[in-house]
């Protein structure tokens, strides 16, 4: 079996075994679905969150409205005496005012947070560095477990303008949100490897050979988008490393510099018959600024040339 591992962009999504016979006219779809559904999983998880933190969804026309602004409008919402969490519910306000503040209880509360990490594990991109193939089915138990919580958190079900119910019923309308930008849709969905548009109307193999145990990166575009970036030839992470190596390359060089300096100045201080001390030069070299030395008499460049000329030391006021 062929190994696929396959990327949005420069991003890793999952790894897919198939046969090297697959026709590619098959293998596109395939691909964009379980894609796609990797992506109504983690918005299924966003959305249970909030679920379990502030209870279900307010109608439309009651969100972002206060308390007051609700009242004067005389609006009710008629599903909240019927979407009651099993075991009571704990009063918890939603500050964006998306959903109704009747939160289930601690118990609730973890078993739905406990099924959101089992099926984020199930699609993560973590599966990819573990080396462990993701499929439909996958998938499809990812999304059992999540409706499986929310009918023991709910048994009544949720209200029929609740996200989560639209999203386990398929009816969700992502026209026009940045989520429905991510979707691929099956018809459009195009595989690239090398810099290579796969023809749907030829065999996977007739590209890679007929090679089972190979491993190859996809990458997965809606039709007409042309190819594929090339990746980087570092990574982020890598590139991250190189930076921080140099950094502290360049921080050692300037301590080796440093030294010399202060090295050079106690050994003309030695000789020019000063008594000095480690201690007491560092001291000094803390204290005066870095241009400091060039008022000294040691550093003036004309101080020869008034030698020979014997006009040091001269003042020019009355004795």
């Keep these: 079996m062929v190994r696929l591992h396959v990327k949005r962009g420069d991003e890793s999504q999952f790894l897919l075994q198939v046969s090297g016979s697959a026709r590619l006219a098959e293998l596109a779809p395939l691909v964009a679905r379980i894609y796609n559904g990797r992506l109504k999983v983690q918005r299924l998880c966003s959305e249970m969150e909030e679920l379990a933190e502030h209870g279900v969804y307010l109608p439309y026309n009651m969100q972002g409205l206060t308390d007051e602004q609700i009242e004067e409008l005389k609006l009710k919402d008629e599903w909240a005496e019927k979407c009651v969490p099993s075991g009571g519910s704990v009063f918890k306000k939603d500050e964006i005012g998306r959903r109704n503040g009747h939160a289930p209880n601690e118990k609730m509360q973890q078993v739905i947070k406990k099924t959101i990490e089992e099926a984020k594990a199930l699609i993560s991109r973590k599966q990819v560095q573990a080396n462990v193939c993701v499929n439909m089915e996958m998938v499809k138990d990812a999304l059992d477990q999540l409706r499986g919580a929310v009918m023991i958190v709910y048994p009544m079900g949720l209200p029929p303008h609740d996200p989560i119910r639209v999203e386990l019923e398929d009816k969700e309308d992502l026209s026009g949100t940045h989520a429905g930008l991510e979707v691929i849709e099956e018809s459009e969905a195009q595989l690239w490897w090398a810099g290579k548009e796969l023809n749907e109307t030829k065999l996977l193999c007739d590209y890679i050979g007929k090679n089972e145990k190979t491993t190859i990166i996809v990458k997965i575009q809606k039709k007409g988008q042309g190819a594929p970036g090339r990746e980087p030839l570092i990574s982020h992470e890598e590139q991250k490393q190189m930076m921080l190596y140099y950094y502290r390359k360049q921080e050692e060089l300037k301590v080796t510099v440093s030294f010399q ?42 101080a020869l040339k008034r030698q020979f000329h014997g006009v040091k030391d001269i003042k020019w006021g009355p004795r």
Excluded: I, P
Excluded at 272 to 293: H, T
């Design 261 to 302: 300096c202060m090295r050079a100045v106690l050994l003309w201080a030695l000789t020019a018959g000063y008594v000095c001390y480690c201690w007491f030069c560092l001291q000094k070299l803390e204290e005066d600024d870095d241009d400091s030395f060039l008022n000294a008499e040691w550093a003036d460049n004309h």
